[in-house]
């Protein structure tokens, strides 16, 4: 199974800072790799696939971006609407796997 | 606007069964692809199963294989899964999900099966 490792595990920032959270494959995957976001007590949001892709109507204060085992997510600058576990996954091979998470919180 | 709605959820005893299903609207349903990707409290989210959009093709995560069915009804813009041999580590929200443009393109709100005696 392809491993995907998510740092870091959690972070607190203030409103209006960048943040970056990065994701590494085990193996390559190319740029098979989706972000999610997730609100508490709600269900995943697609935010960016294909790597560096923004879903239509998320804000433009989130990219990704990278290739082959090294990927970063980021948010330009931080809202307290933000508040979330954010999930990279890949889609290159089965099993579908996700990191761990990282739980953003507003300071 | 893309809405799935999972049902059938509850507590069930270990060593039993369940039947989830996914409502699917706002889409053509038949030309989609559809994934159930678990969430045990409070953590991280797992893939469980995959199926085609004439469900001619599936896979299942090592977890689910021998215990859960994935099988979809076109016709009824209807996604299911079906669980049995349930266990307490099975505990989670379930939640269906559309794929395109990413695997897990859209998701239902999730429906929560708990595992327990």
């Known amino acids: 199974d392809i491993q995907m490792t998510q740092s870091p595990s959690s972070l607190s920032a203030s409103v209006g800072d960048k943040v970056t959270i990065t994701c590494q494959a085990s193996?390559?995957?190319?740029?098979?790799l989706n972000w999610y976001q997730q609100k508490p007590g709600k269900a995943p949001n697609l935010l960016i696939y294909a790597a560096s892709n923004v879903q239509p109507g998320v804000p433009s204060r989130f990219s990704g971006g990278g290739s082959g085992t090294d990927f970063t997510f980021t948010i330009s600058s931080l809202q307290p609407e933000d508040l979330a576990t954010y999930y990279c996954q890949q889609c290159e091979d089965l099993p579908y796997t996700f990191g761990q998470g990282t739980k953003l919180e507003i300071k | 606007e893309v809405q799935l709605v999972e049902s059938g959820g509850g507590l069930v005893q270990p060593g039993g069964s369940l039947r989830l299903s996914c409502a699917a609207s706002g889409f053509t349903f038949s030309s989609y692809e559809m994934n159930w990707v678990r969430q045990a409290p409070v953590k991280g989210l797992e893939w469980l199963s995959y199926i085609s959009s004439s469900g001619s093709t599936i896979y299942y995560a090592e977890f689910a294989k021998g215990r859960f069915t994935i099988s979809r009804d076109n016709a009824k813009n209807a996604l299911y899964l079906q669980m049995s041999g349930l266990r307490a580590e099975d505990t989670a929200v379930y939640y269906c999900?559309?794929?395109?443009?990413?695997?897990?393109?859209?998701w239902g709100q999730g429906t929560l099966v708990t595992v327990s005696s």
């Open positions: 999900a559309k794929v395109g443009p990413a695997t897990f393109g859209s």
């Open positions: 193996q390559d995957i190319s740029t098979c």
